[in-house]
Antibody, heavy 114, light 107 residues
């Protein structure tokens, strides 16, 4: 069974930074693309970013382009999301998910507030 | 970007009813369409992938169909534990996009 465990969320002031981590287990991490998807309180799902299996290709939603950076370490079976210049509208549960057919972690909550 | 139009936004059903949700893509996405169930306070859970394939362990009362731009998701014989919000998602192209969600309530 796919296991994905997110960490790194928390309360941050507008303009601040956070780095989210996702630790994967129980599958061959290095052969899958990985994603971050978020969900603002009471809202629907929004894809944020994807990274290819080797880390060569990276994709971002327009809403985070230039502020967020996705990366991965296949030796550590982990994917990361560096979030800079955070805004109130970035407040959401952030989920790590595997592949285009998404299998999900349990999420980590990011709150941007002064 | 590929827009996913999902309907209805909410529906109310009795236990044992059959319910259908539709999802329309703004362009041809072949069969690159998944369906997820999200219960309150929980992460989404994959039910159907590639438009019509049932994820392992998911009850057979859930099914999906369609290809190209028009897709359906059906629950045959709704059960009380099916109370949730359901989302479609395309992965034919980036950015991946989701439908707006359908909230299922039990009468």
């Amino acid at each position: 069974e796919v296991q994905l465990v997110e960490s790194g969320g928390g309360l941050v002031k507008p303009g601040g930074s956070l780095r989210l981590s996702c630790a994967a287990s129980a599958f061959s991490f290095s052969i899958y693309s990985m994603n971050w998807v978020r969900q603002a309180p009471g809202k629907g799902l929004e894809w944020v970013s994807s990274i290819s299996s080797a880390g060569t290709y990276k994709y971002y939603a327009d809403s985070v382009k230039g502020r967020f950076t996705i990366s991965r370490d296949n030796a550590k079976n982990s994917v990361y999301l560096q979030m800079n210049s955070l805004r109130a509208e970035d407040t959401a549960m952030y989920y790590c998910a595997r592949g285009g057919i998404l299998r999900w972690g349990q999420g980590t909550l990011v709150t941007v507030s002064s | 970007d590929i827009q996913m139009t999902q309907s209805p936004s909410s529906l109310s059903a009795s236990v044992g009813d059959r319910v259908t949700i539709t999802c329309q893509a703004s362009q041809d996405i072949r069969n690159a369409l998944n369906w997820y169930q999200q219960k309150p306070g929980k992460a989404p859970n994959l039910l159907i992938y590639d438009a019509s394939d049932l994820e392992t362990g998911v009850p057979s009362r859930f099914s999906g169909g369609g290809s190209g731009t028009d897709f359906t998701f059906t629950i045959n014989s709704v059960q009380p534990e099916d109370i949730a919000t359901y989302y479609c998602q395309q992965y034919d192209d980036f950015p991946y996009t989701f439908g707006q969600g359908t909230k299922l309530e039990i009468k």
